[in-house]
């Protein structure tokens, strides 16, 4: 007999509202198929139960003008049965009103004993204009204007069993899931207690080691006993103490065949409660993880009567196709999801389906098409949103960065159309060049990147001009258990996400390079700037030297960076505990969770991460990844700021002065260099001279005009080798006047010694 769920917590109206919307998604369903004409007599069959249904509980609960509603559709549907009428787009309008309706005062009721209805006027309009649907058709047997009041004596109540009113109908692919409330600080409780489980089964697996190797040695203390044995029997004892000996041998060798088979016997029983039990606490863990989960088509049911809805009101013809309703997806990913996928659909029928006579133009059927794949793959949620419109045209997409002033016209021409397609979701940034009620005002797509990042995923968009778009979702499978890479950090154990995580890299020291104090290694030519782990959690360095660097590479939506960790543990799933709230944001951490030995090991925020990371970079405080350097960098070396606009001749004179053993400082402009020399000390300064803000003659002069610095030498180094520069420069004060052709020669190194010295 099968278990029926317990609905004695549950007030009439709580019923109602759970039946109509249990029905109003079959609605949704079958008018959405009827007009596409998919299954004309099942369809119509459907919809007649459903509204049946929805009229057998409305009287239960006494809701008349539901009752009439319900009444008249069910009508509708039945005269459609029987080719009185036929259905069109705009019949159709009418019934989804009404369907609108229905839900509307479905959800007034839920958790509420006095719920506040729509008017009297508005529901019996929609009755009206059901009614009227055959009226305005030349088929015979019009639709009575007037629905007739319920006649509780022909049908009463019952007649309808409370089976169908409170279920989903006789259908098995309109069957749901018996639906059981439970709170979401028990469920979380319960998850928890299925992770501790899991990881205590997962402890007799060590104590079955344990055993197996006190067997092996009892194994290895039997035989040498054998051996003692054999050796005392070639002896030449006393015949007494030889038989006493032997009989004490014997005893012990006994007792030692007793032991070790009581071992075994031991050790296979635990081996096999060490399987049963971590196959129950993995049953119990699965099916916990089971609990919050949903199919994606639970979250998607709006999305057809959206699409049809908006597509008409634009005057195209658009069809969405939907892979994977039945893939499982956490509720809370489910919930947070709705809102951007509801976005990215409002976008792809704005601007990427184009109208019906723009796709005839250019060979394309008239439809459209949307399409919505939801597949598990790799331990992954992947989602992906195509259409078959317009796309976007990357050359206008790049003068559009250009008009806004988001990058140089020259950065923006050697963009490629991944880095292209990563503005899309900068705040304000649109394509559309008119606003509309539907998009084009600037925001979402940000909202949206925004929304997948917080649940830990990962959003990329691609276009094919003509052809579509297509945006790719990675997400998590479940908010309770993720997937990680496990590190250690100061001697602790840290989880970063895998699904947040660009890449994971053993770095040698000797492809790191220092630029004006930043670390940095290249990856595909691009330069990936480093940060030691110790730094940006703020725990203490440790002392090493490796010839190797453990490197976790994650990014923003422009940025990427690499951070140092002490070493790679491994990759783990681990069943995420929120923090005690008493402890408030924790920075950079989101959460904690237990290993399979039981320690405790904290969960990485990578948004968190990333923003304290730039925080760090911008203040210019970086302490070195590279040991070697930052331990040779405590002996007391000459101190040589170098002024220069180009980072080209900056990072040249840099490493001239560097590989000879000075440690060397830059500036970007004179007013850089200036406001450097004031807060630090520098033995020597070199400057060029033609730069912003500030050039080097008058930086020189500020320099030598200045009471505690006018002794530091300085040295000009510029392209200008004219007589009259020579003589401005030194004028000003300059100990040197060099032309940048010094740096193919020892001028300038030979300059920098006759100043200050050796390093």
Request: hydrophobic share 40%; with cysteine.
């Amino acid at each position: 007999m099968t278990k029926q769920t317990d609905y004695s917590n549950f007030s009439m109206l709580d019923l109602f509202s759970m039946e109509v919307k249990t029905q109003v998604a079959i609605l949704n369903d079958r008018l959405l198929a009827l007009e596409n004409q998919s299954h004309h007599h099942e369809d119509l069959a459907a919809l007649m139960r459903a509204a049946h249904s929805i009229k057998g509980a409305a009287r239960i609960v006494q809701l008349n003008l539901v009752v009439t509603l319900a009444h008249a559709m069910e009508d509708c549907f039945v005269a459609a049965q029987g080719g009185e009428i036929k259905l069109n787009a705009t019949n159709i309008d009418v019934l989804l009103a009404a369907v609108d309706m229905l839900l509307h005062i479905g959800e007034a009721c839920e958790g509420n004993p006095n719920p506040q209805l729509p008017d009297e006027a508005s529901i019996q309009a929609l009755v009206s204009a059901i009614a009227n649907i055959g009226k305005s058709q030349p088929i015979s047997q019009a639709v009575p204007a007037e629905i007739p009041p319920p006649q509780p004596a022909a049908e009463s109540p019952w007649a309808v069993p409370l089976s169908q009113v409170f279920n989903s109908g006789e259908k098995p692919e309109t069957i749901q899931n018996r639906v059981v409330r439970v709170g979401a600080e028990n469920l979380n409780s319960l998850m928890g207690l299925a992770g501790e489980s899991l990881v205590e089964a997962k402890w007799l697996e060590g104590f079955a080691d344990s055993l197996l190797k006190l067997k092996t040695s009892h194994t290895h203390l039997s035989g040498l006993l054998e051996g003692l044995q054999e050796l005392l029997g070639k002896q030449h004892f006393g015949h007494l103490i030889e038989r006493q000996i032997q009989e004490q041998m014997s005893a012990v060798s006994q007792i030692a065949s007793e032991c070790r088979q009581l071992l075994g016997d031991r050790h296979n029983e635990i081996e096999l409660f060490c399987q049963r039990s971590t196959n129950l606490s993995d049953r119990l863990y699965r099916q916990v993880i089971a609990t919050h989960m949903s199919p994606f088509g639970e979250a998607g049911q709006g999305f057809p009567r959206m699409v049809r809805d908006m597509s008409r009101q634009l005057g195209k013809r658009i069809q969405l196709e939907i892979t994977g309703k039945s893939t499982l997806v956490d509720r809370d990913i489910l919930e947070r999801l709705e809102g951007p996928l509801t976005h990215i659909l409002r976008n792809a029928i704005d601007h990427g389906i184009e109208t019906p006579q723009e796709r005839l133009a250019v060979g394309k059927p008239e439809t459209g098409t949307i399409r919505i794949e939801v597949v598990h793959r790799a331990g992954m949620l992947l989602i992906t949103v195509s259409d078959d419109g317009r796309g976007i045209d990357l050359e206008f997409l790049r003068q559009e960065i250009v008009r806004k002033n988001l990058t140089a016209p020259e950065m923006a021409a050697k963009l490629t159309e991944a880095e292209l397609m990563e503005f899309l979701f900068l705040p304000g940034f649109s394509t559309a060049k008119t606003v509309t009620e539907i998009s084009g005002r600037g925001v979402g797509l940000d909202i949206v990147h925004s929304a997948v990042r917080e649940v830990g995923g990962n959003l990329r968009a691609a276009s094919n001009l003509g052809l579509g778009m297509t945006f790719y979702l990675q997400l998590p499978l479940t908010l309770s258990v993720l997937r990680t890479l496990v590190v250690e950090i100061a001697n602790e154990p840290y989880a970063f996400g895998l699904a947040r995580i660009d890449q994971l890299m053993m770095v040698p020291r000797s492809a790191i390079v220092v630029s004006e104090n930043q670390p940095f290694f290249m990856l595909n030519e691009q330069a990936i700037a480093l940060i030691s782990a110790h730094q940006v959690l703020e725990l203490p360095a440790q002392v090493q030297n490796p010839e190797l660097l453990p490197v976790v590479i994650i990014s923003d939506r422009l940025s990427r960076y690499g951070v140092v960790v002490d070493r790679f543990i491994g990759e783990c799933s681990l069943v995420v505990r929120p923090l005690d709230p008493r402890l408030g944001k924790v920075p950079n951490i989101s959460a904690a969770a237990l290993l399979d030995d039981g320690s405790p090991v904290l969960i990485i925020d990578i948004e968190d991460l990333v923003r304290s990371i730039a925080k760090v970079l911008s203040s210019g405080q970086i302490s070195q990844v590279n040991h070697t350097t930052q331990k040779a960098a405590v002996k007391n070396y000459k101190h040589v700021l170098v002024v220069d606009d180009s980072i080209t001749v900056r990072e040249m004179e840099r490493k001239l002065l560097e590989n000879r053993g000075y440690k060397v400082e830059v500036a970007v402009n004179g007013m850089d260099g200036w406001n450097a020399i004031r807060s630090s000390d520098y033995d020597l300064i070199i400057t060029d001279i033609d730069m912003p803000r500030m050039n080097g003659f008058e930086l020189t002069s500020q320099i030598k005009s200045h009471e505690k610095l006018k002794h530091t030498p300085v040295i000009i180094v510029s392209y200008k080798d004219r007589e009259e520069d020579k003589i401005h420069g030194l004028e000003a004060g300059a100990n040197y006047y060099l032309t940048k052709s010094s740096f193919h020669d020892d001028t300038l190194l030979k300059a920098v010694i006759d100043l200050i010295g050796e390093p």
